[in-house]
């Protein structure tokens, strides 16, 4: 071990280190986060779960076709159904709880920094490196802290797929502002509107195709998280990937995997033909 | 009174904006500071009056963009007063800027710069939006501006649904919404297609005409300039090099570059009749007997004499043959024998409008003024050789000294730096004497021989006739 080029640097073991102060000296603050997203998640999965799969499944159709069309209505629902009919309709339900949960906590936070990188340069400097981090770190290592620190269940999950899934939200929101036309924005100062107002009716809508691009993609993640932290104990398809992978069960797997597969298509789709809904996006359209 | 003062201004981008001031005051170049960062605009002062087109141009990296947002302070300079009133917008305070903007100036973009989402009365009536005017009496006002610039009945049309001469119609739109006395229209109407330029350049004529809107404008484009511009400055390198009306640069340019800029320009869009007027040659009073007319036409060789009364007030012109022919008779008076059809234009009319008069005129168009007093005349081969940018020299085979013996149809004319043919003498209006001036007649001559003379007078009448 010694005969190597450089001395062993201990990395691993001060990250440790660190992860253990701070879960000793958050201790209060951690419980606090954790009874705060058990008291989000329990009520949503109890909404999912609770009323028969045939009005969760008529909601979302006409969810599908309200946003998009007819065929999107019939095929969710018909995707939907089909996850009822393995007998994964719970696990889908609880998954998607985890999935919306996450997102929504993901884009409350994402946005508004991507808002903040996209007008400080420096911002930008310091946030963009840490994003590239995010994205790259191999999605199994958000887990480790996460269960050192709040134990195995939901909320490590959750945890791990918000901070996970931020990184597109916040690189949509910055780019999509940044690439308003800044003859727009320069029209807004010479009229005499404040910053909050050029935020507020240019910057904002004009970037929000882009950020809706971004909040599909934090769903997206969300999603192949939530299914990961399975690992951890996180209720829902993920659960029963895990298992159909330990005990090499093949049937269950196809069954939750294509539960899994039903499941993105419906939400990718939805998010993305809301994105197509928004007024900038509708006008342009039209012209 | 003045709208816009700007004293000595500097605007440097980049790393070390005041070093680089001082070094271009101590003399240095742009390209001298250009390691302290980039000098976009160079100790520039200007006026603008009220009510006036100021026409900023140049090409691009001239630095007008940058000057032109330092008029509404969306750039500060980095150096130099920009006083808007007694506000120095490079000093003035956020929210004071904010409410200079809402009630002073504000601006017309080259793209446009319209809300996509927004209708076009929403996008118009946005400056109001911005004020607080509540919904109704914004949408009232936007509604009156975009029937100002001919938009009516498309308020709720999308900008994207419009060809980009409509939007520039809402953009125009939206600043005159706003209501304030200084429009600043950057480039705004480089992006269309010609025919439609011209046609938005002739309403922001008209438009100024009816509201004397302050306008600053800044195109790259020099008939631009020399159309809407009631004074142009000329930038280069982030310097104004020359000021003046658009006749002033183009008869005297400041240098080599602004020469070297206005040889392109359409020249008969900018001169005017006054500025390529001659002394008329032959002019009689109407009291003058054909004897006396007949003698003066011989003497100056020409082939027909303009008449006016008293008063200088034009009434016609005689052909020399129906003078001959009225002197054999013993008509004591021209009276009888005046034809009535000239051509005449006011001082102030483009040499544009000028060639089809010309065209069908017997003899030299006439410029009068408002109460038909003959100032001067416009010969055919005037308009021709005004349009001909001074520095060029025509071949020259002409005797330097002596009178100037140009043979009409020999197409060789001198011409001086006024682009007006040697021997003539652009005509200061109030010392035109009513009388003889065999020099300087409209199609001067002093010939040779006879032969020479009567091979002349033919070619008048033909040419002259021959549009008939």
């Known amino acids: 071990m010694n005969d190597t080029l450089v001395p062993r640097l201990p990395l691993g073991d001060v990250v440790a280190d660190i992860v253990d102060v701070v879960t000793k000296s958050g201790k209060d603050v951690f419980a606090a986060v954790k009874t705060g997203f058990l008291a989000a998640y329990e009520p949503l999965e109890i909404l999912f779960t609770t009323p028969p799969a045939w009005t969760i499944i008529l909601v979302i159709a006409a969810l599908a076709w309200w946003v998009k069309g007819w065929r999107l209505g019939v095929g969710s629902a018909a995707g939907l159904v089909l996850v009822a009919a393995v007998d994964q309709w719970d696990n889908a339900m609880a998954t998607l709880a985890l999935v919306v949960l996450a997102s929504v906590v993901a884009i409350i936070l994402a946005v508004p920094l991507g808002i903040w990188a996209a007008r400080s340069d420096r911002v930008s400097a310091v946030v963009r490196p ?97 299914v990961i932290a399975g690992l951890t104990g996180a209720p829902g398809l993920g659960r029963d990937v895990v298992a159909a992978l330990t005990r090499v069960n093949v049937s269950l797997g196809v069954e939750a995997g294509l539960s899994v597969v039903i499941l993105a298509m419906i939400l990718d789709r939805v998010t993305a033909a809301l994105a197509d809904r928004a007024p900038v996006a509708r006008a342009l359209a039209r012209s | 009174m003045t709208a816009i003062r700007v004293e000595n201004v500097y605007k440097v981008f980049g790393r070390r904006p005041q070093e680089a001031v001082r070094k271009l005051r101590a003399g240095a170049t742009r390209d001298e500071v250009k390691s302290l960062g980039t000098a976009a605009v160079i100790d520039t002062s200007f006026e603008v009056a009220d009510g006036e087109i100021f026409v900023v141009m140049g090409l691009s990296g001239s630095g007008k963009s940058t000057l032109i947002r330092m008029l509404n302070g969306l750039w500060r300079p980095t150096s130099g007063r920009v006083l808007l009133g007694d506000d120095d917008l490079a000093t003035v305070s956020a929210s004071r800027l904010r409410a200079l903007r809402r009630t002073t100036v504000s601006m017309v973009f080259q793209h446009f710069a319209l809300l996509p989402h927004r209708t076009v009365l929403d996008n118009a009536a946005y400056p109001l939006e911005i004020q607080g005017v509540g919904k109704e009496e914004r949408r009232e006002r936007a509604r009156a501006a975009l029937e100002l610039t001919g938009l009516g009945g498309w308020e709720d049309s999308l900008p994207g649904q419009l060809s980009g001469g409509m939007r520039q119609r809402v953009g125009l ?25 011209r046609e938005m350049q002739e309403q922001l004529v008209e438009i100024q005409q009816k509201l004397g809107k302050t306008i600053v404008f800044i195109t790259h484009d020099l008939n631009e300039a020399m159309y809407l511009g009631d004074r142009i400055a000329v930038m280069r390198s982030g310097r104004i090099v020359q000021i003046g009306t658009a006749e002033e640069i183009l008869t005297a340019p400041a240098d080599d570059y602004v020469a070297q800029f206005v040889a392109d320009v359409d020249r008969t869009r900018v001169l005017t009749a006054s500025s390529v007027m001659l002394r008329p040659g032959v002019v009689l009073p109407a009291a003058a007997g054909p004897r006396r007319a007949a003698r003066a036409m011989r003497e100056a060789q020409a082939a027909a004499a303009f008449v006016v009364d008293r008063d200088r007030v034009l009434l016609g012109f005689v052909r020399d043959s129906d003078v001959v022919d009225a002197a054999r008779a013993g008509i004591p008076r021209l009276d009888g024998l005046v034809q009535t059809d000239v051509a005449t234009v006011d001082e102030d009319t483009p040499l544009s409008e000028i060639f089809a008069p010309s065209a069908e005129s017997l003899v030299p168009v006439a410029v009068t003024d408002d109460h038909g007093r003959l100032l001067g005349v416009v010969p055919r081969v005037t308009l021709l050789e005004a349009m001909v940018p001074p520095e060029i020299d025509l071949p020259d085979d002409t005797p330097a000294d002596g009178p100037v013996e140009t043979v009409v149809g020999a197409g060789a004319t001198t011409v001086n730096g006024n682009g007006v043919p040697d021997g003539y003498e652009p005509l200061p209006p109030d010392d035109g004497v009513p009388g003889l001036a065999p020099d300087e007649l409209p199609a001067a001559r002093t010939a040779a021989s006879a032969a020479e003379v009567a091979a002349a007078a033919e070619f008048d009448a033909t040419t002259e006739g021959g549009t008939r």
């Open chain 2, 173 to 197: 739109a939206r600043a005159l919404t706003a209501d304030t006395d200084i429009l600043l229209m950057d480039e705004a109407f480089s992006a269309l297609d010609p025919l439609i330029r």
């Open chain 1, 130 to 226: 840490v994003l590239d981090l995010m994205q790259t770190m191999p999605a199994f290592v958000y887990l480790i802290p996460t269960v050192v620190v709040f134990l195995t269940g939901v909320v490590p999950g959750l945890v791990a797929t918000i901070i996970f899934a931020l990184a597109p939200g916040v690189r949509f929101t910055e780019l999509g502002i940044r690439q308003v036309d800044p003859e727009v924005v320069e029209a807004g100062h010479a009229f005499g509107a404040t910053e909050g107002r050029i935020l507020r009716q240019i910057q904002l809508p004009l970037a929000l195709p882009t950020i809706m691009a971004g909040v599909n993609q934090v769903i997206m993640l969300s999603l192949s998280m939530v």
